[in-house]
């Protein structure tokens, strides 16, 4: 089956209640297709590089999905619909990273760096 990465990034007024709800809606929609999810990864919430919707932030989740197109084009149909997910994008990879993301080894090496410094003072 193809392999996927899917990034949807959701308004920043939700909580991270709704954030992690939205991101088993899309697991469910995979699996209702008969793909799955193999990859979860919440990044949090991060500035954007320009206003969308006018929000200056979002909340980004990455899915690692092994699904057919139609599963895909099915969630993508539902991100389009659904009102707190402001961008998404869906790329096919010939394998997925094993591992945490570039995105969650960039978030430990900062929170590393933030520690050493102030430990230092």
Known sequence: M???EHVLLAR???????????????????????GKVT???TWGLKNLAYKIDRNRKA???LLNIEAS???????ERQNRINE???RYMTV???????GPSVMMRKNDRE???????????
Do not use: M
């Open 39 to 41: 990859k979860t990864e």
């Open 84 to 86: 707190d997910i402001i």
């Open 59 to 61: 909340h980004f989740v």
């Open 111 to 121: 929170r590393r760096r933030s520690r050493d410094r102030d430990g230092e003072n």
């Open 2 to 4: 193809p392999l996927y």
């Open 69 to 75: 197109g139609a599963v895909i084009e099915e969630l």
């Open 12 to 34: 920043q007024d939700l909580s991270q209640a709704q954030v992690d709800a939205l991101a088993a809606a899309a697991t469910e929609i995979v699996e209702q297709g008969e």
């Open 92 to 98: 096919r990879v010939d394998e997925h990273e094993n």
